[in-house]
T-cell receptor
Framework: GENVEQHPSTLSVQEGDSAVIKCTYS??????FPWYKQELGKGPQLIID?????GEKKDQRIAVTLNKTAKHFSLHITETQPEDSAVYFC???????????FGKGTRLSVIA | NAGVTQTPKFRVLKTGQSMTLLCAQD?????MYWYRQDPGMGLRLIHY???????AKGEVPDGYNVSRLKKQNFLLGLESAAPSQTSVYFC????????????FGDGTRLSIL
């Protein structure tokens, strides 16, 4: 089955700097890659997603890139702010009804 | 907009007790999921459902049962709780259009003594 590895497990950045979180997946049939943000005491919320027919997607300060050949995808957050501090999860799934497989998460701390 | 609602939010059980966690969604979603979240382990799928009356096993199904008698509700049962089931449980749902995002509830924190 699919296996998703996520790095780093913790990340601290200064406010205004960029943050990058990387994930690799094992199943070449996976074609959908969402990123979720989880704030303390809340459930994960989708922040951006990318499909395998696209190499990059951007939404304001966040962007995701996908390298299908290498089977890895990354989340980029620019101009980080304290409210970006949270746990971020990557995930992957195949076409159809296959459930998402999640990475183990990255705890991002933005230091003011 | 209620979205996905989980009840209860917190519960403490003794080993061997049983309980049911309820998940309700008001988005008419076909798919529903139960996950557990443990420190350093991310989100692990327990069971899921692809429609009313259906259930399927996920990655860590042992010790849990589920039922989806109504489309809007997905119940997770622990028949005989064990300390290893101490965790935060999340329910999620999504529509049946391919690659729609999952919407999560805010979790149930369950402690088993």
């Amino acid at each position: 089955g699919e296996n998703v590895e996520q790095h780093p497990s913790t990340l601290s950045v200064q406010e205004g700097d960029s943050a990058v979180i990387k994930c690799t997946y094992s199943d070449s049939a996976s074609n959908y890659f969402p990123w979720y943000k989880q704030e303390l005491g809340k459930g994960p919320q989708l922040i951006i997603d990318i499909r395998s027919n696209v190499g990059e997607k951007k939404d304001q300060r966040i962007a995701v890139t996908l390298n299908k050949t290498a089977k890895h995808f990354s989340l980029h957050i620019t101009e980080t702010q304290p409210e970006d501090s949270a746990v971020y999860f990557c995930a992957a799934s195949k076409r159809g009804n296959t459930p998402l497989v999640f990475g183990k998460g990255t705890r991002l701390s933005v230091i003011a | 907009n209620a979205g996905v609602t989980q009840t209860p939010k917190f519960r403490v059980l003794k080993t061997g007790q049983s309980m049911t966690l309820l998940c309700a969604q008001d988005m008419n979603h076909e798919y529903m999921y139960w996950y557990r979240q443990d420190p350093g382990m991310g989100l692990r799928l327990i069971h899921y459902s692809v429609g009313e009356g259906t259930t399927a096993k996920g990655e860590v199904p042992d010790g849990y049962n589920v039922s989806r008698l109504k489309k809007q509700n997905f119940l997770l049962g622990l028949e005989s709780a064990a300390p290893s089931q101490t965790s935060v449980y999340f329910c999620a749902s999504r529509g049946d259009v391919r690659n729609q995002p999952q919407h999560f509830g805010d979790g149930t924190r369950l402690s088993i003594l």
